[in-house]
């Protein structure tokens, strides 16, 4: 009996595009839509593009769960409708623009997960017509892009074979409101802090996980399950899968702007974290002597290879630290992975796979929160940032987030140096 390919296992839909798919397509892009009333504004921003290699091919899908009030699916009928439309004024030749309206979602499954694994199914299926293994990327439809979103996406990919996916840098755009402004500032560098503190003490995985950011491979896609169903948190799961073997990277050759508006779509996230703050909850973080527990685990490990000396090994770190890789892996856990491993490089990559980001947050949660409380951003922003920086003046907010954007994108991050 055959092999079945990806689409046969795990496709929730059938064909959606009925066009051929032309030979030189080599970028399929997924927006996501629901209650979406200003989508008009991210198709034009993608239209001024600069145009790639080959054609683009843009899915737009508008979705909503078959329980939700008439208001939206109205709404949603109207940008489909818009779209439609748009798609009919503005022919660009090299970008095909394409959409589908779905308003009966499972009200157990449907979110914006499963609209984004329809897309990006969708986009395996248009590759695997012409066999090509191109790329699949994903916005969302309160974002704009830069000039060069395509062609630099394009580039990065062509000159790095062996990775997988990508996240491409992000900077949210401000709205008029004063209020709204602080707290979009305040949660955008509560999102650097968070990475560049990981950063910072060498954790290998510590990238952000931007839905409207992401890229894949489709062979790579299909290779590792696809896309999940989450109705939130679909970006970090599904990033993760390239991560953690180390086949991501980020991609800080051109710039993803999302909307820093209010929304209610997601039980966390941007639009949630800002209404938050606007009903008077202040914009926490992780405390910083969090982070400084951990300064000494990366550096440690090629010692404890050498030696497989492990109790001493346990006892030279913090008792944050100590206890909780005691309870969490074990001794037996530790010995394991050294029998397994041949040299100092494959150790600390099977580490770092057990010691990932999942077990990155349970550390935060259960054992330093208990410690070291949460705290207002910019305290904990400042004093990593004055770690890295040579320029110890502590800036204002605003400065702040320019001082971190600059940083993120002005080297590329290598969490292993061979």
Not at 125 to 134: K, L
């Amino acid at each position: 009996m055959a092999k079945k390919t990806y689409l046969e296992k795990h496709a929730i839909r059938d064909r959606i595009i009925s066009q051929d798919t032309p030979d030189d397509l080599e970028i399929f892009l997924v927006i996501p839509a629901y209650n979406e009333s200003n989508i008009l504004t991210t198709l034009e921003s993608l239209a001024d593009c600069d145009p790639p290699e080959g054609s683009v091919e843009v899915l737009v899908v508008v979705n909503s769960r078959e329980n939700v009030n008439a208001e939206i699916k109205n709404q949603n009928k109207l940008t489909h409708d818009q779209v439609l439309q748009w798609a009919l004024e503005n022919d660009r030749g090299w970008l095909k623009l394409y959409c589908v309206l779905i308003d009966n979602l499972s009200s157990k499954k449907g979110g914006v997960g499963l609209a984004r694994k329809i897309g990006m199914d969708e986009g395996v299926r248009r590759f695997d017509q012409v066999g090509i293994n191109g790329l699949i990327l994903n916005l969302d439809a309160d974002c704009m892009v830069d000039k060069n979103y395509f062609t630099a996406i394009q580039t990065f990919f062509r000159n790095h074979n062996n990775l997988w996916s990508g996240g491409v840098h992000f900077e949210h755009i401000e709205t008029p409101n004063s209020r709204e402004v602080e707290a979009i500032r305040l949660y955008e560098l509560h999102l650097r802090y968070f990475i560049d503190a990981q950063r910072w003490v060498r954790l290998p995985f510590a990238y952000q996980t931007i839905g409207s950011c992401m890229v894949v491979r489709s062979d790579a896609y299909q290779k590792r399950g696809g896309m999940n169903v989450r109705k939130a948190g679909e970006d970090f799961y599904f990033l993760h899968k390239f991560i953690d073997i180390y086949r991501h990277a980020d991609i800080i050759t051109t710039t993803v702007r999302p909307s820093g508006r209010v929304s209610d779509r997601v039980p966390f996230g941007t639009g949630k974290a800002i209404g938050l703050q606007l009903q008077g909850y202040p914009q926490f973080t992780y405390a910083f002597e969090g982070f400084e527990t951990l300064v000494d685990l990366r550096s440690s490990l090629p010692m404890l290879f050498e030696t497989g000396a492990i109790s001493p090994w346990l006892q030279n770190h913090n008792s944050y630290l100590a206890d909780f890789l005691q309870d969490q892996l074990g001794e037996a856990g530790i010995e394991e992975m050294l029998e397994q491993t041949r040299s100092v490089s494959t150790f600390e990559k099977r580490f770092f796979q057990w010691f990932n980001a999942f077990r990155l947050m349970k550390y935060l949660h259960d054992v330093i929160r208990p410690a070291f409380p949460d705290r207002p951003v910019p305290t904990e922003a400042v004093k990593l940032q004055q770690i890295l920086s040579v320029d110890e003046k502590e800036l204002a907010l605003e400065d702040l987030l320019a001082w971190y954007r600059h940083h993120d994108k002005s080297s590329e991050y290598t969490p292993f140096e061979n």
